[in-house]
């Protein structure tokens, strides 16, 4: 009896050389609707499958293949002599192989159809068919990936596919589906956190390494949403590893949090700050960003991406050293001569004029990425050893404005408050901000303490000051606003920040020793704004 191999296929990829060498090699084809006319004009002999099932395709073709004469041929185990019998009574042949892939939902999503033009590119007979030879892999040959189709015609010329490849293929299958499903269930669903979380990841790039030489990694993107990582261009420069994607992901997101002019993405919580803050200022459009282990050590707006990489740089000129720099506006000559001048590991912005690519390009390790648009992830996923934990992605900037001391900010400070809000944000925990001029002087970054975080900001940021203002780029009067990502259990911080000059604070509150905070400011004659949101970032 000849081998039988049924062929259903979106993609048409490579269909053509594995079923001549299929015929040419003795196998009997079976096929459906556009397959089985698209075989035909390629003049490969193939049977309509409506000669086994002997029902022709109905509903518009959503029934084709949902018969016992197709899951019967798959499932019967070749070495149980009752399941051939059950075959012959009912007059149905074994099918040996099958070679599907699915309805392109997800690009269907993508491509913003409406739901119900959306719903008819869910793919039923396709997953239930390689579902089923699967399960018997043993048995039945599942091709679900063109690029698998060379390493099969290989192993049929030397005799057949071995048994650990076809059980590897049967997974590659079951993989394909569940991924699909869960692009499916992902769509449909109305609870953001349901009781089973459907993820469809793909696998986009294999790494060299992970975190550390000895641990592999690989990145996944979700199928049927990519988000801005996904679509970000490399123009130039080495391979991506580990720990770079993590820092040109958080460099990114924290660009566009000032706004991203290119798609039209307005600063974080704008629209509620216009509302919340007495005489809300404009901020400067511009924002560079310095990433070091994932997390920043420079930030800063201007009206010019010179100016604010200038201003980001030096908040700390020896940690951005083979860091990453994030940018939300186009990169142009002039900045990019500055950055050559240093070694940084990645430069990503939405676009680099011509002049500035020659420039940099000439850094030959220099990774240089374009992206597309801003981040759109609506939640965040951490492993956990056997699960993960799932989150709103960070969006609300501030919940209220609240004075909660005698003094008011001055109306100078305001705007680099708002800055120092939304630059802590995306700071390890604890995390506490020194900003002037739209600009981060000192970051105190991933402490176990909030003091030491202060501590840390407004020393580094005493340098900044004396550095700068040595350089005749700063005028060296002393920051004036501290920013923190969550509340001060303690009057300590208050105390540090009098001491160095600070006159505005701005945190979320809402500890029980809020008011011994409150009393120290008002004893030191600083300012104090609550915002109602914690930033904690771990």
């Given amino acids: 009896m000849k081998k039988r191999a049924l062929i259903s296929v979106f993609n048409k990829e490579g269909i053509t050389g594995l079923a001549s060498f299929l015929v040419a090699s003795g196998w009997e084809i079976l096929s459906t609707g556009g397959t089985f006319r698209y075989l035909q004009e390629q003049q490969i002999p193939v049977l309509d499958i409506k000669t086994v099932t002997g029902f022709p395709e109905c509903l518009d073709g959503r029934v084709k293949t949902l018969h016992p004469a197709i899951h019967g041929a798959l499932l019967a185990k ?14 149905f042949a074994p099918i040996d192989l099958v070679c599907v892939n699915l309805y392109p939902f997800v690009e269907k999503v993508q491509a913003g159809l409406s739901h119900e033009e959306t719903l008819e590119f869910i793919d039923i007979g396709g997953p239930a068919m390689l579902r089923s ?9 599942v091709l679900s990936d063109p690029s698998d189709y060379p390493e099969l015609i290989a192993a049929l010329k030397q005799g057949d596919l071995p048994q650990d490849r076809r059980k590897a293929l049967a997974g590659k299958g079951f993989a394909l589906t569940s991924a699909y499903d869960g692009a499916v269930a992902r769509y449909l669903l109305a609870e953001p956190l349901p009781a089973y979380l459907p993820l469809s990841l793909k696998r986009v790039h294999a790494l060299r390494y992970g975190e550390n030489y000895h641990q592999a990694a690989t990145l996944y993107c979700q199928a049927d949403n990519p988000g801005a990582f996904a679509a970000m261009q490399q123009l130039s420069g080495k391979e991506l590893s580990y720990n770079n994607i993590r820092d040109l992901d958080l460099a990114w997101k924290v660009v566009c949090a000032f706004g991203l002019p290119a798609d039209g993405t307005p600063p974080l919580g704008e629209a509620d700050l216009v509302g919340i803050v007495p005489d809300f200022p404009k901020l400067p459009p511009v924002c560079c960003v310095a990433v070091k282990h994932n997390t920043p050590c420079g930030i800063a707006l201007g009206t010019s991406l010179l100016e604010a990489y200038t201003k980001a740089y030096n908040c700390d000129p020896v940690s951005i050293f083979g860091g990453i720099v994030g940018c939300n506006a186009p990169v142009d000559a002039p900045t990019a001569k500055k950055l050559a001048e240093l070694f940084l590991e990645i430069i990503v912005a939405p676009d680099f004029d011509a002049a500035a690519l020659q420039i940099l390009k000439q850094k030959k390790n220099l990774r240089i990425m374009q992206a597309a648009f801003s981040p759109r992830q609506t939640k965040e996923y951490i492993s956990v050893d056997g699960g993960l934990l799932v989150q709103d992605t960070d969006h609300k900037l501030l919940e209220r404005w609240e004075l909660v001391t005698k003094l008011a900010p001055e109306p100078e400070d305001v705007a680099d408050m708002i800055f120092g809000m939304r630059a802590v944000q995306y700071v390890k925990s604890n995390a506490v901000l020194v900003a002037k001029n739209r600009a981060a002087l ?23 000051i004396v550095t700068t203002a040595a350089a005749g780029a700063d005028d060296g009067a002393a920051p004036r606003v501290l920013a923190s990502d969550a ?34 400011c008002d004893t030191f004659g600083l300012a104090m704004v609550f915002t109602g949101t914690r930033h904690f970032k771990h």
């Avoid at 070749?78 to 075959?87: F, I, S, V, W």
């Avoid at 009098?498 to 945190?507: E, L, R, V």
């Fill in 133 to 141: 030879a699967a399960k018997n892999y043993q048995d039945v040959i």
């Fill in 487 to 520: 509340f001060f259990p303690f009057p300590d911080v208050i105390e540090a920040a009098a001491a160095a000059g600070i006159k505005t604070i701005i945190q979320p509150g809402g500890s029980q020793n809020d008011q011994p905070s409150i009393e120290a």
């Fill in 78 to 91: 070749r070495q149980d002599p009752t399941h051939l019998e059950t075959l012959a009574k009912a007059g």
């Fill in 442 to 464: 000192g970051i105190g970054a991933g402490e176990t303490n909030r003091i030491w975080a202060a501590e840390l900001a407004l020393n580094r940021a005493q340098r900044v």
